[in-house]
């Protein structure tokens, strides 16, 4: 088999594996990365920060003998400091930052044996269900739909993986930013629970706590390693998540339990869903009852608009701590076009919050993710879609406007499309999307499962079950490298 269909046809455990047994070399695998990247990035916009001379020294330095060696990986270009990879953070302000030491989960996806040699693009800041970022010339675009969005804000690694340039890349979640893009590109998407994944040493948590390393896989396998790599807190961690009883890997294993299932075809407010949102969830419940597992109908009992409200509020600060930081510590002011509209606009609207407003916002969270553990009392899975919608359209989304509220809680703005992914960042649960459904159209739309807090590895199981009745592995977009070839 030549090196293409083998890098098509194998996830990236199976890639690994045959680098163990001297079936391919790390080398020729990263040679089949760059080929595809070279082909698919003109139409995709995905990957930047190409640093190939470093992924070749790596190579030639000896790779860690982890359980992904040898695998070509990309970095989200947002988060995952790294010495040897420069970011823009999405922004023209922070174009080119270079780093003085290696952030946690960069030195651990180092240690897994895995090839770094890029990053991939990300909206400014991590705001919104897109990528569309200035600094990246244009939008980053679907390979199942060029005209629609990959989600946000890991939605260059979407497409790349989505693609077939890597089998897996690094994300990073503070609204649904690794399972909206999942969604969106028809990927497995995972979400652990609040400081399973390091996120040290730069910050001790993201947005209060709400933001969290993760991974855009096409194989549920290749997440559990993924993240039996990663977890764990690193040194200094203000708090850490409970431990796992197995592992992620090992919580794959068959088990016999029977499950208690609440699903919601309406957003969390009990607003409407578009019709292929709602048939995916029901199709779903219908699954998961021949499992034999309970499911009915239950919507959690939780303040979920006051939460965005004050979700939106604690974003807004932390951007304006991240670019107001930036132009004091570089002592002259902001160009008028380093910024874009979105950013200027929370950065504004931060200014409106006072000390006593960002606390009241953070109890609100708080007391959100009591409210939905009362719901877990009851259900051991809360079953929806991953958005109210199929992917939308680029240029919805963009962040050209300055009204930064609007944009996140307006009429049929973000709040409204991605209705049900912020609610577990709020509680800290974990919550994955699976890529069980496509519209008449070919557009892939995702279902949102979360389980209690620190039940990881329930959620992992459930998915490997999932999976096995329904795979979607091979299921790929019209835009990969195969489909150029042919």
Same mark, same amino acid.
């Given at each position: 088999m030549d090196i293409g269909t083998l890098y098509e046809s194998c996830d990236a455990v199976a890639l690994a594996e045959l680098v163990r047994k001297l079936d391919v070399t790390p080398g020729e695998l990263l040679d089949e990365a760059l080929k595809r990247v070279e082909a698919l990035n003109p139409r995709l916009n995905a990957v930047t920060m190409m640093r190939e001379n470093v992924a070749r020294r790596l190579i030639d330095e000896g790779l860690c003998d982890g359980p992904l060696r040898g695998v070509p990986f990309l970095i989200k270009d947002l988060g995952c400091e790294a010495i040897d990879f420069p970011s823009n953070n999405g922004s023209r302000l922070f174009a080119d930052t270079h780093y003085g030491k290696d952030s946690s989960i960069y030195a651990r996806i180092k240690a897994a044996g895995l090839v770094t040699f890029g990053r991939t693009t990300s909206p400014e800041g991590g705001i919104g269900p897109t990528t569309e970022a200035a600094i990246?010339?244009?939008?980053?675009?679907?390979?199942?739909?060029?005209?629609?969005?990959t989600g946000g804000s890991s939605g260059g690694a979407a497409a790349a993986v989505a693609a077939g340039i890597v089998p897996i890349a690094h994300?990073?979640?503070?609204? !649904? *930013?690794v399972r909206i893009p999942a969604s969106s590109c028809g990927l497995y998407g995972f979400k652990a629970t609040r400081a399973r994944l390091p996120d040290g040493p730069y910050v001790g948590e993201?947005?209060?706590?709400?933001?969290?390393?993760?991974?855009?896989t096409r194989s549920v396998r290749d997440t559990a390693v993924l993240l039996d790599a990663t977890h764990g807190p690193d040194l200094g961690a203000p708090y850490v998540a409970p431990p796992l009883e197995k592992g992620f890997r090992k919580s794959m294993e068959r088990a016999d339990r029977r499950l208690r299932v609440g699903f919601a075809t309406t957003s969390l407010t009990s607003a409407a869903i578009h019709p292929e949102c709602r048939a995916a969830v029901e199709k779903t419940a219908r699954l998961l009852e021949s499992f034999g597992h309970i499911v009915e109908e239950a919507l959690p009992k939780a303040d979920t608009a006051g939460m965005m409200a004050a979700w939106t509020?604690?974003?807004?600060? !932390? *951007?304006?701590?991240?670019?107001?930081?930036?132009?004091?510590?570089?002592?002259?002011?902001?160009?008028?076009?380093e910024i874009e509209g979105i950013a200027r606009g929370a950065i504004a609207y931060a200014r409106t919050v006072s000390g006593a407003d960002y606390l009241e916002a953070i109890n609100k969270v708080h007391a959100y993710g009591r409210e939905m553990a009362t719901f877990f009392e009851r259900y051991d899975v809360l079953l929806t879609a991953t958005l109210a919608e199929p992917p939308a359209r680029l240029g919805r989304f963009n962040h050209a406007s300055d009204d930064y509220v609007e944009y996140r809680m307006g009429p049929g703005q973000v709040f409204a499309y991605s209705p049900f992914t912020a609610a577990f960042n709020a509680s800290g649960q974990p919550a994955a999307s699976l890529p069980l459904h496509w519209t008449a159209d070919g557009l892939p739309v995702g279902v949102h499962i979360a389980a209690a807090y620190g039940h990881d590895e329930l959620l992992i199981n459930l998915s490997a079950r999932i999976e096995e009745a329904l795979p979607w592995f091979d299921k790929r977009p019209p835009v990969t490298y195969a489909a150029l070839r042919s």
């Open positions: 990246y010339g244009g939008p980053t675009r679907n390979p199942w739909n060029l005209d629609h969005t994300g990073s979640d503070g609204g !649904g *930013s993201g947005w209060a706590g709400m933001a969290i390393d993760g991974f855009l509020k604690i974003v807004a600060c !932390g *951007s304006a701590l991240s670019v107001e930081g930036a132009v004091r510590r570089r002592g002259w002011p902001l160009g008028e076009n």
